[in-house]
DNA sequence: CTAACTACCTGAACGC
DNA sequence: TGCGTTCAGGTAGTTA
């Protein structure tokens, strides 16, 4: 479950074997849902980004930027470089071929995506158009965090999960912030100052994350294979069943907006 | 429009 | 050991 933390670890080690290189020839899988990429072809990437969970390939011909690769690991999305002790399967997706190097996307479960859009037009994609800002971006702000929440009747982690308040919380992290901050992942009405306090569990709790290069527990990868360190700092989520490190509490699972959630009953009351 | 629900996908874990 | 069932979950599409 690649979130922002694994997204932007993948990012950094993609950017500079991707950047200044150019795409000479696309393979995809007809079966998968992956719109044509074949547009990518004989284009150069000028500049790789993250928004959120996704990564953009800006694609110049002929010194100007006009389309860009739209980028989702979904749930089990890996890219590989062939050689670095990589041998292609079954699971390989797609296929990017570049001038010095050939790049594999590899998704078991089929839930990524690779598509090309005109630059900056994200009116196909509609999570990555209506995506609220970068958690650590200064748009960021605790105010306009807080309004945004007051907005929806959803769920707060609904809310989250939904991309649109800030980008880049998934299951993981948004269980871990809400559990920094205490506060029930079923709560719908978040005062200024319970905003506030999610607004820099968000952000603690990513940085932290990117800092260990992200959470594994089975599928994410980066670019040269490794795992993520962080799924043994975890503190909320999967742990149900274990004690609460601040009060004790036995940690409960339950269900929120269709996703197992773990929480503390006893300090997110509320 | 909003919010809730379901499909997608496949290996791993579980139950008998 | 073997086989069937359930679960995980980000997003898109559908429904109310």
């Not at 980004?49 to 930027?65: E, I, N, P, S, T």
């Not at 078991?108 to 209506?130: E, K, Q, S």
Request: with cysteine; hydrophobic share 40%.
């Amino acid at each position: 479950m690649p979130e922002l933390p694994e997204v932007e670890s993948v990012a950094r080690q993609l950017r500079p074997r991707m950047v200044g290189r150019r795409i000479t020839a696309v393979w995809w899988d007809p079966q998968s849902r992956f719109t044509d990429i074949g547009e990518a072809a004989g284009r150069d990437v000028s500049e790789l980004r993250r928004r959120g969970k996704y990564m953009l390939a800006l694609l110049q011909a002929d010194g100007r930027v006009d389309l860009e690769l739209v980028m989702h690991l979904g749930m089990t999305g890996a890219f590989r470089f062939r050689g670095d002790g990589w041998v292609p399967d079954v699971y390989v997706r797609a296929t990017l071929t570049l001038d010095d190097a050939i790049l594999d996307f590899r998704d078991v479960r089929r839930f990524g995506r690779l598509t090309v859009v005109p630059a900056g037009d994200y009116a196909t994609i509609a999570t990555l158009a209506h995506l609220g800002p970068e958690p650590l971006g200064p748009q960021f702000q605790p105010d306009q965090f807080h309004a945004a929440l007051a907005r929806s009747r959803m769920s707060v982690k609904a809310q989250l999960l939904s991309q649109r308040p800030v980008a880049g919380v998934g299951n993981i992290y948004a269980d871990e912030a809400l559990w920094r901050a205490r506060i029930n992942p079923r709560a719908r009405r978040i005062g200024r100052e319970r905003a506030a306090r999610l607004w820099e569990a968000i952000r603690a709790v990513l940085r932290e994350a990117i800092e260990r290069e992200g959470t594994t527990f089975r599928d994410y990868q980066m670019i040269n294979g490794e795992s993520g360190r962080n799924a043994t700092f975890l503190v909320a989520y999967g742990q149900y069943g274990r004690p609460c490190p601040r009060c004790g509490e036995t940690l409960r699972r339950i269900l929120v907006a269709g996703r197992g959630t773990t929480y503390c009953p006893r300090c997110q009351r509320s």
